[in-house]
């Protein structure tokens, strides 16, 4: 007798219910399942890309009624090589270990990109990203995230080099946030509150262009994302430069064992900014944060206006990140974008998030 092979969109409804309570605790059995569907109910429903009168972007699996494998889209809109069209990131994507090799995995994609015709992922296990590259041909192409770090003083090398020798764990320093601060001729560095700042930074993103692609920014995107989420407090800073040019730089605090981190997740600038603005603009924030005590700075990106702005150092590196893919429906008519041209940075796919 033939299974029964049915893909399921579930209904907004459906993220109330002990069913997908139980889900979610098997799929994350050491985490805290109210606070996981809380972040649920932020990263779908609260989504401003998700249409209103459209269910939740999860899609599961059920074979001869029983459940075989969920995939859940956190819905983004992309501009892919001059064109917009909605997307979004693929995310607890899994298949039962008793419905693997039947297809099943390749049938919620199928169903996902009915909804969302682009669809990308990062940091994708090897099983993965096998089954996205080899055998969906879903484009890689090299990318990945750049991870870069810094240490802020030199008076930390020796505390630093007796951590990665095992020799002492250390202390996270102490830190005092700062409002303001003002340099010479001009300079400040503020915090602000708001993206109002940013519409015509917005304004000015070249959609049209062939030679740039990513997520595309808007006011209830940036809004959503760094000033309504569940768990983490980012800061947005505003760093004002001589030339009466402004970038905003999107970050959060972050503690380990051993340091107090500043962690770049977003950098919001005009379409023209100059090199040498982008580079005075990440210095202002580095003296700054050095200034609030923060002993390391750190961020993820593919952007090249922001890396080569990044001034190497003895005390600083850079290492390759996560795997980036993305995919389209019909991948004969998926354009294979250069790294370099795509404008990736660890706010747009969440990732900061997992360790909340």
């Known amino acids: 007798m033939d299974e029964k092979i049915e893909i399921r969109r579930l209904e907004r409804s459906d993220l109330n219910t002990s069913a997908y309570k139980q889900m979610i605790q098997s799929l994350f059995v050491f985490g805290d399942v109210d606070k996981r569907l809380r972040y649920a109910q932020w990263i779908f429903l609260e989504n401003p890309a998700l249409k209103q009168d459209e269910g939740l972007p999860i899609y ?12 859940a889209i956190i819905p983004v809109e992309i501009v892919l090589s001059g064109e917009r069209i909605r997307g979004g990131w693929c995310v607890d994507f899994f298949v039962s270990p008793n419905y693997q090799r039947r297809g099943i995995g390749k049938k919620l994609l199928d169903a996902a990109f009915k909804d969302f015709p682009v669809q990308m992922t990062l940091g994708q296990t090897d099983v993965s990203f096998e089954l996205f590259r080899s055998k969906l041909n879903w484009v890689y192409n090299n990318n990945r995230l750049t991870t870069y770090k810094s240490l802020l003083k030199k008076s930390l090398i020796i505390k630093y080099l007796l951590t990665k020798l095992g020799l002492s764990k250390g202390t996270p320093g102490k830190v005092d946030k700062l ?24 304004r000015g993103q070249d959609i049209n262009s062939k030679s740039v692609s990513g997520i595309l920014r808007t006011i209830p995107f940036l809004e959503w994302r760094y000033f309504k989420h569940p768990y983490i407090n980012y800061t947005v800073s505003k ?56 002993e390391m700075f750190e961020c993820q990106t593919t952007d090249t206006m922001v890396l080569q702005g ?32 795509w404008k990736l940075y660890a706010g747009d796919c969440d990732v900061e998030t997992l360790d909340f």
């Open 60 to 71: 599961m699996c059920l074979v001869d009624g029983k459940e075989a494998g969920q995939l």
């Open 179 to 202: 409002d303001r601060l003002d340099f010479n001729s001009g300079v400040s560095y503020e915090t602000v509150h708001s993206f109002q700042d940013c519409q015509n930074i917005l």
């Open 239 to 294: 760093i004002s430069l001589a030339d009466k040019s402004c970038i905003h730089i999107v970050w959060r605090v972050k503690q380990n064992e051993c340091w107090s981190l500043a962690v770049i997740v977003d950098i919001l600038y005009p379409a023209r900014v100059s090199a040498e603005s982008m580079k005075s603009s990440l210095e202002i924030f580095k003296r700054t944060i050095t200034k609030m005590g923060f």
């Open 310 to 341: 990044l001034c190497d150092s003895f005390v600083s590196r850079r290492e390759n990140g996560q795997r980036f893919l993305y995919g389209m429906h019909s991948m004969d008519a998926c354009p294979v974008i250069e790294n370099e041209k």
